[in-house]
């Protein structure tokens, strides 16, 4: 497997899209997310995509195989969800650890047929329980979930990502935090249990609206601040916003960062519908911008985003000269 730091040192390297976006077009029904084995599930599945790595792995791996024929050099693992905190919806908690291993063998499964060199990122999301605000408003001091009990769950999902293969973790769609600490925590730990060779850690917080700060109240250079104690490998910013509207939040990160600096914006903002409909082309102009100024090192797409924006945006970035690590000065105040 290639270094991806001397990767990152040559050029702009290229993150995959939405994952979601692309399992709505085989327009699944509960039957198909059940599968065989869990054709007389108690409760309904539907909507559980992270199933899907068990019960209709060849759609997983074809969805990894298009992104990575349009140009991307690092396809994420379907595990968005695949904890024992947000399995508990579908009351599948038992499958977390299955999950994670099934996904990475999907993305690698996807790497072999596609015979190009890439990096699977194991993704590991914000959670549907936060430890920094309240779900009651009559009770602001109460929590859904102690930090401990995020740091289980994370834990488990590291260990079912790094035992299925991935070649780096990803901690993304960060709104909240506390919860990204505690997954760094968990990983550390895991990696200092298990005395294994710990992999690059990629870190992408989430700026929820225009005062341009997290959905728990943290500016974007607070949020930096508080994670870089991990010494990730990159630090960046997905989803919420469309490119257009996470540009100065960008051109921010890439002043203050002393890492490498990545970006996966929406295919603009939702429309009424819900729905995304920045054309392929125009994300693809957006992020050609940011790399003329120097302002990223990855690049790709989040919600909305398909193949078509991610060869676009590996057309427009192909041969610009990645953003250069600055050199630290370390001085005593």
């Given amino acids: 497997m290639a270094d991806i730091r001397k990767e990152l040192e040559k050029r ?21 997310y059940r599968g065989e084995r869990f054709k007389n599930w108690h409760c309904d599945v539907k909507g559980n995509n992270d199933l899907l790595n068990i019960t209709q792995p060849q759609i ?5 195989k298009q992104y990575l024929d349009a140009g991307a050099d690092i396809i994420e693992t379907n595990t968005f969800s695949s904890t024992v905190i947000a399995m508990a919806d579908y009351e599948m908690q038992s499958l977390a650890y299955e999950l994670n291993v099934a996904a990475a063998a999907c993305a ?22 936060t430890l920094s605000l309240s779900p009651d408003v009559n009770n602001p001091g109460f929590r859904a979930v102690t930090f401990d009990e995020v740091v289980a769950a994370y834990y488990e999902q590291v260990k079912g990502l790094v035992d299925g293969g991935v070649d780096l973790l990803l901690i993304e769609t960060i709104f909240d935090t506390l919860n990204a600490k ?22 992408s917080g989430t700026i929820t609206d225009a005062s ?5 109240g943290q500016t974007l250079e607070a949020f930096y601040t508080s994670v870089m104690h991990a010494k990730p490998l990159s630090i960046g910013l997905n989803c919420a916003l469309g490119a257009k509207e996470m540009r100065p939040h960008i051109e921010e990160l890439s002043q203050i960062s002393s890492c490498y600096v990545s970006a996966y914006p929406n295919a603009g903002l939702p429309n009424a519908m819900g729905e995304y409909d920045e054309h392929p082309e ?18 790709g797409g989040c919600c909305g985003t398909t193949p ?12 610009l ?13």
């Fill in 108 to 129: 690698k499964e996807a790497i072999r047929q596609s015979g190009k060199t890439a990096w699977v990122a194991g993704a590991i999301g914000p959670l549907n329980k």
């Fill in 12 to 32: 702009i390297l290229i993150i995959d899209g939405a994952m979601g976006t692309m399992i709505q077009r085989y327009k699944l029904a509960e039957a198909d």
């Fill in 60 to 64: 997983i791996t074809e969805i990894h």
């Fill in 212 to 216: 341009g700060r997290t959905l728990s």
């Fill in 321 to 333: 000269t990645p953003r250069p690590l600055p050199i630290i000065e370390k001085e005593l105040v």
């Fill in 182 to 203: 505690a997954a760094i925590y968990a990983i550390k730990k895991y990696f200092r249990d298990t005395k294994k060779e710990s992999l690059p850690v990629m870190i």
């Fill in 308 to 319: 078509d924006h991610i060869k676009h945006i590996a057309e427009h970035v192909k041969g």
């Fill in 282 to 299: 125009d994300t693809g102009h957006y992020l050609e911008e940011w790399a003329k100024e120097g302002f990223v090192n990855i690049v």
